[in-house]
């Protein structure tokens, strides 16, 4: 049975067959069983199609993918005993205007996830991931040397020192701080510079070496708005494909209300009470804008709503 995905890019439907991935002939088997298809990306945006519930992932069969690109495909696995794979265009003009004429548009990765069902969002948002991860890791971190694909585009191997290289995951904190000692429980959000006017979201920051979730949790906390962490509650996790993150999203209880912006990372913090929370999340409150609903900021925010508390 299947676990339940609370968070856009997560509830990848596919058996990733991490076994026999490793196994040259058997991709080869994999990629020439006439029921094969792959996804189509551009610089990490999928190819969708309009379809009869709107849009959706365009599915090229795995021959027309090779025929349109080579060298640039990773294996994702199987969905349903059927080999399912992605084929990546590279460059600065759209394969639109060529090899995908007619077949859908490419379109941005945050655009496709609010619109895209929770399994395909899941699987474009994984073979994202890889793609970035391909691109960014071509050498050899311990001899230098260019490194070959290998295991469908899930591992690296380095030629010359046989060293090998897996996709790198970075863990992010990203967390609701909540007072609980004055008239009515409150909820904490922040403010980066660089948002569209008025939005605001949950705190956040990368886990360091050496340290607990929940370390890293208070530290940022403490680091962004001054207050101090007492209790931490984990709700849930999101694969972030912006390039390759995993957040963790937390719920943590704090000290006192006296929150002041660091004014590096944040530029504003604001207390919500609950219901005030919840204007904020149907687009009623006045001046706050709420994080989009594929984030798990936005998760966050109508779980402790709904009740959930640290």
Not at 20 to 31: C, G, S
Not at 104 to 126: C, D, K, V, Y
Not at 148 to 173: I, M, S
Request: hydrophobic share 40%; with cysteine.
């Amino acid at each position: 049975m299947p676990l339940p995905a609370l968070n856009t890019f997560a509830g990848n439907p596919l058996d990733r067959a991490g076994d026999q991935r490793n196994d040259p002939d058997w991709l080869a088997e994999q990629a020439a069983n006439p029921d094969a298809l792959a996804m189509v990306l551009w610089e990490g945006r999928p190819l969708l199609e309009e379809g009869p519930d709107g849009p959706r992932l365009a599915w090229l069969s795995m021959t027309h993918a090779r025929d349109i690109v080579r060298d640039r495909e990773l294996f994702l696995g199987l969905w349903k005993s059927a080999p399912v794979f992605a084929i990546e265009f590279e460059g600065a003009i759209d394969p639109q205007d060529g090899p995908v004429r007619g077949l859908g548009r490419f379109t941005e990765m945050r655009e496709a996830a609010a619109i895209l069902s929770g399994p395909e969002a899941a699987m474009a948002g994984t073979a994202k991931s890889l793609f970035d991860w391909r691109r960014r890791h071509g050498f050899c971190a311990a001899c230098g040397q260019m490194s070959d694909n290998a295991c469908g585009g899930w591992k690296r191997v380095c030629p010359a020192c046989k060293t090998e290289h897996f996709p790198r995951v970075d863990p992010v904190t990203i967390m609701l701080p909540i007072y609980k000692g004055g008239p009515e429980p409150l909820c904490l959000l922040g403010r980066q510079a660089a948002w569209p006017a008025g939005q605001m979201s949950a705190l956040a920051g990368f886990l360091e070496p050496g340290e607990t979730i929940e370390e890293a949790c208070a530290r940022e906390i403490k680091e962004e708005s001054g207050l101090t962490v007492t209790a931490v509650r984990y709700h849930s996790s999101q694969p972030w494909p912006f390039p390759s993150q995993l957040m963790i999203g937390l719920i943590a209880e704090v000290s006192d209300d006296q929150a002041a912006p660091d004014e590096t990372e944040l530029e504003a913090v604001a207390w919500l009470t609950r219901g005030e929370a919840a204007d904020v999340l149907a687009g009623r409150h006045p001046t706050i804008k709420a994080p989009p609903p594929f984030a798990i900021a936005h998760t966050l925010l109508k779980a402790w709503v709904d009740g959930f508390e640290a």
